[in-house]
Nanobody, 123 residues
Framework: QVQLVESGGGLVQPGGSLMLSCVLSGRTFNNYAMGWFRQAPGKEREFVADITRGGGIASYADSVKGRFTISRDNAKNTLYLQMNSLKSEDTAVYRC????????????????WGQGTQVTVSS
């Protein structure tokens, strides 16, 4: 079975940077399209970024475009999210998601989800 485990969250000052990682185990990583999502307490889940199986196409939410970069290393079964110029409104639990084949049009269509890692941006 597929398992996803995120890491790299923590406390950072506004304007700082963090890199999140997500490791997939149990299946062949390059068979899965991947995405990053976030959710703050009391708010709905929000799309952050996604990437195709081979890493050739990536897309971003308008709120993070130009600041965040999604990437993947298929040899390491790992998905990354480099976050720069962080703002207080980026504070949330960040979760990675996997879907076999193509990127799904809606977040609820992803097959597998990690448990999340907390990112807190505060001075």
């Amino acid at each position: 079975q597929v398992q996803l485990v995120e890491s790299g969250g923590g406390l950072v000052q506004p304007g700082g940077s963090l890199m999140l990682s997500c490791v997939l185990s149990g299946r062949t990583f390059n068979n899965y399209a991947m995405g990053w999502f976030r959710q703050a307490p009391g708010k709905e889940r929000e799309f952050v970024a996604d990437i195709t199986r081979g890493g050739g196409i990536a897309s971003y939410a308008d709120s993070v475009k130009g600041r965040f970069t999604i990437s993947r290393d298929n040899a390491k079964n790992t998905l990354y999210l480099q976050m720069n110029s962080l703002k207080s409104e980026d504070t949330a639990v960040y979760r990675c998601a996997a879907n076999r084949g193509s990127l799904p049009p809606e977040s609820h269509e992803y097959e597998f989800w990690g448990q999340g890692t907390q990112v807190t941006v505060s001075s």
